[in-house]
Each structure stands twice: as C-alpha cells, then as structure tokens.
C-alpha cells in the first residue's frame, strides 16, 4: 500500500529555533500534500495545502511566514516552523495525495509531535 | 459550514462487547465518508471509505453505515479487542468542493481485558 513518511516522529526545540518536518511519499508521486496540525483531544486542523513546483494555499489563519512549506519534488514536502513558541507545540499531520487520483484519496503520516521549551 | 460530530466522545468497554460509535454531519452534500483509526501520539491509518451512493462497507470486524440525508455514520464493532484501543475519527469530503476533509474529533476508545 501507498506509504507516507514523516521525519522526525517527535523533536524537541527550544523558543526562537525553527524546525523543519519532511514529509515523504514512499512508493508513489504525490502532487498534492497537506498539512494538518491536530492540538491534543482535538480534530485534526487543515494548516495548507502543497502543490509541488508552486507556492502553498494556507488555511485562514495559519501564518504563512511562520510556517513555511516547500513541495520541491513529487515526493517531498517539508514544513518549517520558523521562530517556534511555546504555543507552537503541537502535533502535525501530513498526508499526500497520489497523482493521476481523485484528490480525496489520501495517505496519511504518522505525525510529528513538536514541544517548543 | 460542514460540522461534524462524534458521539461518544469517550468510550471504555470490557473486552467481547459489541459497539456502535457515530458520527453526524451537518451538511448532507457528501461526497465520501471515511473512518480513521488514531493511536496515540500516531497518525491516521484508513478503516473504512463509504460513498456517497454507498450505504455500508465492511471489513472483518468493523461495519460501517451511512446515512446520507440524515447525515449520520455508525461504525460497528464486532467482539472489541483490547487492541481495538484507540481513538476513531470520522472525516467527511464534501461533494463538489475542496478535496478536504472535515474531521470530528474522535471517539476515544479503551477495550479492557
């Protein structure tokens, strides 16, 4: 089946610092990847939508210029938290949209939970 | 504004109970439905995807329904298991729109020995 990694799984960061997240699509080409930020008994939040070779859609909301996402190939996606809080600890989700399918279709990460000290 | 929600929000069982969680959405204009499985501090792993045309899917121990124009889904499942524990979202793509889904928040679910 269709695999997503996301890297690192959990990392630890001290307020100020920026953080970069990989997002892989593993066996496929994804055109199309999410990212979703989900707070702890919460749903998961839709933050932007990363098409490769063009800039982001982000969410209503979600700054754009503290969370910076880059989709360079068809199987990468990395979203950085730039200048982390506190208030940025959080647990994110990606997923990637296989290309050629319906765009509903999509595989899930297993996440990255960030603690900002 | 689709919303949707889930009931229990919380769930505790002895092990062998058959369960029913649900799932309701506001706007009926779907164009699937999906139930997820979360562990904790996880991502999300595919149960089950209903279309909209669709009025169940099943697989193994776990059925699922829909009901379209009341805009509800339970998930059925069959003789819990304590590794049946974790939390079961719902996500619902809206027809003729984004291809995003909007999430419940989840049934937590804790099968005991």
């Known amino acids: 089946g269709a695999v997503v990694s996301q890297h690192p799984s959990w990392v630890i960061c001290k307020s100020g610092t920026s953080v970069k997240i990989e997002c892989r699509s593993l066996?496929?080409?994804?055109?199309?990847m999410f990212w979703y930020r989900q707070f702890p008994k919460q749903s998961l939040m839709l933050m932007a939508t990363?098409?490769?070779?063009?800039?982001?859609?982000?969410e209503q909301g979600v700054e754009k210029d503290k969370f910076l996402i880059n989709h360079a190939s068809l199987t990468l996606s990395t979203l950085t938290v730039t200048s982390a809080h506190p208030e940025d600890s959080s647990f994110y989700i990606c997923?990637?949209?296989?290309?050629?399918?319906?765009?509903?279709?999509?595989?899930f990460g297993a996440g990255t939970r960030l603690s900002v000290l | 504004k689709q919303e949707v929600t889930q009931i229990p929000a919380a769930l505790s069982v002895p092990e062998g109970e058959n369960l029913v969680l649900n799932c309701s959405f506001t706007?009926?204009?779907?164009?699937?439905l999906q139930w997820f499985r979360q562990d904790p501090g996880k991502g999300l792993t595919s149960l089950l995807l209903?279309?909209?045309?669709?009025r169940e899917q099943t697989s193994g121990r776990l059925n699922a329904s829909l009901d379209k124009s009341s805009g509800r889904s339970t998930l059925y499942i069959a003789a819990s298991q304590p590794g049946d524990s974790a939390t079961y979202l719902c996500?619902?793509?809206?027809?003729?729109?984004?291809?995003?889904?909007?999430f419940g928040r989840g049934t937590s679910l804790i099968v005991h020995p």
């Open positions: 997923s990637a949209a296989p290309s050629g399918l319906a765009k509903n279709i999509q595989y």
């Open positions: 066996d496929f080409q994804a055109t199309t």
């Open positions: 990363s098409n490769e070779g063009s800039k982001a859609t982000y």
């Open positions: 706007d009926s204009a779907i164009y699937n």
């Open positions: 209903i279309q909209s045309s669709q």
């Open positions: 996500a619902v793509l809206r027809a003729g729109g984004s291809y995003i889904p909007t």
